[in-house]
């Protein structure tokens, strides 16, 4: 049993449930937020004790992890904090704020001989089970081209919030922190960029960070992806299409979970489909979204790592996050993997200095 406490009642309500859905792997002991009567709606009746302090979650000895579910520009600090006071860690996305931070971050892993596990729950349900299966029972084939529309609406209500759509508070834009979850999910199945080209824009609402993006990618495979983006459609929807040598696997329209969707899988050539069919039969999916990356986690920590997110998976979300700034500044292609020389190692943001990202030069 992993005794967890979860650090910020806003998104940590859905890890909350999450964790609930695997009540003989994990018990939830503590939430803490600085509003506790919000963490008592929260937590609902039940044993879960309410703390307002984060060191008192960090000085427990009885807490074997700590979720951070807090404003992006608190990750990294509390992350750290985490893994020197011996605990275990899981981090909503983004993991930080710049490849130097995530270098210091998995340093810190390291050194504390504890596990940090970046959030991506987009990996889990029945869509990405189907297509491991149909990988590995060769139907696949090699990657060609894949595009992904991340197309959702907000508004002025939205940013109600002061942190949200500024830098300080967000470190960035929809690149950062609305299209991340589809970006992993495309290196997930396509393998690592080596290069990138890409347009951002502030063209929805009247903020410092970016709110449009076009993007395309070239993988190490040879393979090529799109990326659409956009904070200004009429509905929120996310879509997602890749195309192999022997069939296009192709999501529905479910803006936050597109893996628990109904996809289609059709063979390129015909005769192939009944083999496809087949093996989508045979596909048990388990548990999907938070429940299925908390499943996957917890095999890790018991020594059966294969389907969890590593650090190193967060670290290369938050490079490709880099490079996409860099290419959209410098109208240029970028190519990756990103070393401490890359421009904006140190960080995307003003304050480290970069422009923002709406503003090219």
Request: aromatic share 6%; glycine share 10%; with cysteine.
């Amino acid at each position: 049993m992993i005794r967890v406490a979860i650090i910020g009642a806003g998104i940590g309500r859905e890890h909350l449930a999450g964790y609930r859905a695997l009540p003989e792997l994990y018990e939830v002991a503590a939430l803490v937020d600085l509003d506790t009567e919000r963490a008592r709606t929260v937590a609902g009746p039940g044993p879960i004790r309410i703390e307002s302090r984060i060191e008192a979650v960090m000085e427990d000895p009885a807490i074997d992890l700590i979720d951070v579910c807090l404003p992006p520009h608190l990750h990294l600090p509390v992350s750290v904090q985490a893994l020197e006071a011996g605990k275990h860690v899981i981090c909503e996305k983004p993991l930080v704020a710049s490849l130097a931070d995530a270098d210091r971050l998995l340093a810190a892993m390291a050194a504390s001989g504890k596990r940090l596990t970046p959030v991506f729950q987009y990996r889990y349900g029945p869509a990405m089970a189907q297509l491991r299966a149909l990988t590995e029972a060769g139907l696949t084939g090699k990657a060609y081209a894949a595009s992904l529309e991340t197309h959702w609406n907000r508004g002025a209500g939205y940013y109600d919030n002061p942190w949200r759509g500024t830098w300080k508070g967000e470190n960035g834009g929809a690149v950062l922190g609305h299209a991340i979850h589809n970006h992993d999910l495309m290196m997930m199945v396509m393998g690592p960029v080596s290069r990138l080209s890409a347009f951002t824009a502030t063209r929805v609402n009247g903020i410092e960070t970016e709110d449009c993006a076009a993007i395309s990618f070239e993988m190490a495979s040879g393979a090529l992806a799109t990326s659409s983006i956009t904070l200004g459609a009429a509905t929120d929807e996310t879509r997602i299409r890749f195309c192999f040598e022997g069939l296009t696997a192709e999501s529905g329209s479910a803006p936050y979970a597109p893996a628990t969707g109904n996809w289609r899988f059709l063979a390129r050539a015909p005769h192939e489909q009944a083999a496809v069919d087949a093996v989508l039969a045979g596909v048990s999916p388990g548990p999907a979204g938070f429940a299925g990356f908390l499943e996957a986690n917890a095999a890790a920590l018991a020594g059966q790592p294969g389907r969890e997110v590593t650090a190193e998976d967060g670290r290369r979300s938050i490079e490709l996050v880099a490079a996409i700034y860099q290419s959209a500044r410098e109208g240029r292609a970028v190519r990756l993997p990103l070393g401490p020389d890359a421009p904006l190692y140190a960080g995307w943001t003003p304050t480290t200095g970069g422009v923002p990202s709406g503003k090219h030069a």
